[in-house]
């Protein structure tokens, strides 16, 4: 190296740095939330800025957070094409999209890995009327159509990493359930489990494990010592279960943001449906669990079929009264008609009264007498005639007059 000018040798050190650049892979940790005012799609645009086809490790240990940029995020991975991806701790939601457009995904041996459905913040407060209370469960409906999509496209993109079907990713999703990185890797969400440097039980972090309960994750599983024997187990469990509520108890009183509390004013006809007495809520707002989501679908349902069948009987109420519309002009034209025959039947009040006219009307008038066939009438009595009369008919005097 001593024959190149200094001009050379900083030359060959550029070139140097440059290619050490290009070996080392760039690392990303991705430890908080996801989205803007933390780990948002531009930072991570930001961090792959220059790397190429360069290999980048992300190191993610996050509870997720806004799906549109973990969707961003995911696509960023795939168009880069040589990411790695790896999980520690508790890695649950959004986080595990992004883990998705990852090439390889690695997971520490001690971690838990948790996918569901899509959630919405659900927030309504005040008096309401019917109508607003309708209003409200429209919106509701609008909401739970948006968010059943959603479901449906992120479980297909679990499925094309899984290659489990469908059914079973939305049944894995509805479940919530927390999987060790062996559970995670059965799925086929995680390709390679590690054992890390240094082994942390996350489940002592009780702090940690306060969090997610706080943030309405399911509670992790605890491991049972394998060297106890089962009645051990079970009473060291039982200490561990008073130790547990007392710190998470702790923990609310500390964080009384979290807190839930009863609310103050309370909506009577939606506690009925969701059959509580009351709802419970934090500062944040109020969430509404599965079930209860069911229970205003149901009840949705039910208040559509009320509005079909009211709907039907406003259609034959409507068509009765124009029934009775009609009967009652005929009946006035026929009234009209009898009043026109004569003044006694006109003023009677009702229709016994005119029958009464008219019968007397009748009565009042002498009868006359039936024909009779010829063989049944008396014999005509000659004196009677007049024969004068008919000899001076026009006819009877032509006749004589040819005879």
């Not at 939601?93 to 001690?110: C, D, F, H, P, Q």
């Not at 209003?135 to 496209?153: D, F, N, P, V, W």
């Not at 489990?164 to 927390?178: A, P, S």
């Not at 089962?230 to 009183?253: C, G, H, P, T, Y």
Request: proline residues 3%; glycine residues 4%.
């Amino acid at each position: 190296m001593g024959g190149l000018c200094p001009f050379g040798r900083s030359f060959y050190a550029l070139n140097l740095l440059k290619t050490k650049q290009v070996m080392s892979a760039k690392i990303i940790v991705i430890d908080g939330y996801i989205g803007p005012y933390g780990y948002s799609k531009q930072f991570i645009r930001n961090e792959l800025a220059g790397q190429s086809k360069n290999p980048v490790t992300i190191k993610i240990s996050s509870l997720g957070g806004s799906v549109d940029d973990a969707l961003n995020i995911f696509d960023q991975f795939i168009e880069h094409g040589n990411v790695t991806a790896e999980l520690s701790a508790f890695v649950a939601s959004s986080a595990t999209l992004v883990s998705l457009g990852a090439k390889t995904v690695r997971m520490n041996e001690n971690s838990f890995y948790l996918i569901h459905k899509a959630m919405n913040w659900v927030d309504e407060w005040g008096t309401m009327n019917e109508d607003e209370i309708e209003s409200l469960i429209a919106k509701l409906e609008a909401q739970k159509q948006q968010l059943a999509k959603i479901t449906l496209q992120l479980a297909k993109m679990y499925v094309k990493k899984t290659c489990k079907t469908l059914d079973e990713i939305i049944t894995l999703m509805k479940q919530e359930t927390w999987l060790t990185a062996e559970e995670a890797k059965t799925w086929g969400f995680v390709d390679e489990v590690f054992a890390p440097d240094v082994a942390v039980n996350y489940l002592d972090n009780l702090q940690m494990v306060a969090m997610i309960t706080s943030n309405d994750f399911p509670e992790p599983p605890r491991k049972i010592h394998q060297n106890k024997t089962s009645a051990q187990a079970v009473d060291e469990d039982s200490f561990f279960d008073r130790i547990w509520n007392r710190m998470l108890n702790k923990q609310k009183d500390i964080n009384p943001k979290n807190k839930k509390i009863e609310m103050k004013k309370q909506f009577i006809h939606l506690n009925s449906t969701l059959s509580v007495e009351a709802l419970e809520s934090t500062e944040e707002g109020v969430f509404l669990n599965e079930v209860q989501l069911r229970l205003i679908e149901e009840r949705l349902e039910a208040n559509q079929q009320l509005v079909v069948e009211r709907d039907s009987a406003i259609r034959e109420r409507d068509t009765a009264t124009s029934n009775l519309g009609t009967a009652q002009a005929n009946l006035a034209s026929a009234y009209n008609s009898f009043n026109a025959i004569d003044p006694t039947i006109a003023t009677a009040a009702t229709p016994e009264a005119k029958v009464a006219a008219v019968r007397a009307l009748l009565s009042a008038r002498p009868g006359t007498a039936p024909i009779q066939s010829l063989e049944e009438q008396d014999e005509i009595a000659t004196d009677e005639v007049d024969w004068e009369a008919i000899n001076n008919l026009e006819h009877n005097k032509q006749v004589d007059k040819n005879s």
